[in-house]
């Protein structure tokens, strides 16, 4: 995915959104592309939720590729604070400075506190990066995996959503002159609070069709085999109607589909199935579930799919 030289114009119809997002090997569907273009064009953050591994993060990666925009991606985790995610203070560079004030007999201390908490003893941390002047445009703010953060943080950024502005106390408040491309992604393992969803724009984003995930798997994996490629879609397909732990995303797919490229696999068998789950599940009571008999069976379907569509 290569990234523009200059920044581009946001996309003037959905046609062109989807046909922007298909320039860097994103493929979709009308939906997606109709609710991004919205995003895009009333400047509303896009809120999107789906399973782990399904292409919701890869959305901000190529409009930033795509439009020539920085990405500033802030991955949410438990704990995350202020701190971490908007700004901090150099406190050892303050100290230093305090220090070096004191020895050269500095003694207003107005001055000095004005001194040291100005812009260049400011650690600037996602969020307020985001809402800074970029000669490139405005960047594509990236607020991963919302539902791992806790809701003291969400709660705080509805404030920065509805307004597109931080205030730093020392310093006053930084407001945007144009608010960022803002995508948030949650795989679900808690809800997002009513009041952060009503100031976006959502979208959940699904397991492609057979026929979409063909093509993903065709266009991500270059080379591979025309009936390998279909067995591997129509195997991954049938996989997630079954009773896991954790079904495999669009990910997976791509990775199971390299690694089986990689090697030299013709032809699904029950097997090389086997052998190779451990790169397409994560846990492994599914993998122990699918082991042997039931894999021999999603294969024997697969082949009885391919023969009937012949």
């Keep these: 995915m290569k990234q523009p030289a200059t920044p581009r114009p946001l996309p003037a119809t959905i046609d062109a959104t989807v046909d922007l997002l298909?320039?860097?090997d994103y493929l979709t569907d009308r939906s997606l592309g109709t609710v991004l273009f919205l995003a895009l064009k009333m400047a509303r953050p896009l809120f999107l939720e789906g399973e782990a591994g399904v292409g919701k993060t890869e959305i901000a990666k190529v409009l930033s590729a795509t439009l020539g925009r920085r990405l500033i991606r802030l991955q949410c985790y438990e704990g995350l604070d202020v701190?971490?995610?908007?700004?901090?203070?150099?406190?050892a560079a303050q100290m230093i400075a305090i220090r070096v004030a004191e020895a050269e007999g500095t003694h207003d201390r107005e001055r000095l506190e004005h001194d040291v908490f100005s812009e260049r003893f400011l650690i600037k941390r996602p969020?307020?990066?985001?809402?800074?002047?970029?000669?490139?445009?405005?960047?594509?703010?990236l607020i991963d995996e919302l539902d791992r953060a806790d809701e003291a943080f969400e709660a705080f950024l509805l404030e920065v959503l509805a307004d597109f502005q931080v205030t730093i106390p020392e310093l006053g408040t930084v407001k945007a002159i144009h608010?960022?491309?803002?995508?948030i992604t949650s795989n679900r393992t808690r809800e997002i609070h009513d009041a952060l969803k009503r100031r976006c724009l959502y979208h959940w984003v699904g397991y492609p069709s057979a026929e979409r995930e063909l093509n993903i798997v065709r266009t991500k994996v270059p080379g591979i085999g025309k009936e390998l490629s279909e067995q591997i879609v129509l195997f991954v397909q049938a996989l997630r109607k079954e009773d896991l732990f954790k079904a495999p995303g669009v990910a997976e797919t791509l990775d199971w589909a390299s690694a089986l490229a990689e090697l030299d696999i013709a032809t699904l068998d029950p097997s090389t199935v086997s052998d190779t789950l451990g790169v397409l599940l994560k846990y492994q009571d599914d993998i122990a579930r699918l082991e042997g008999g039931r894999a021999k069976e999603l294969v024997a379907g697969v082949r009885a799919q391919m023969k009937a569509a012949e």
């Design 83 to 91: 701190a971490a995610a908007v700004y901090e203070w150099n406190y």
């Design 179 to 183: 608010p960022p491309i803002v995508v």
């Design 127 to 141: 969020l307020l990066q985001a809402l800074e002047p970029d000669p490139a445009g405005a960047p594509v703010l």
């Design 22 to 24: 298909a320039q860097a």
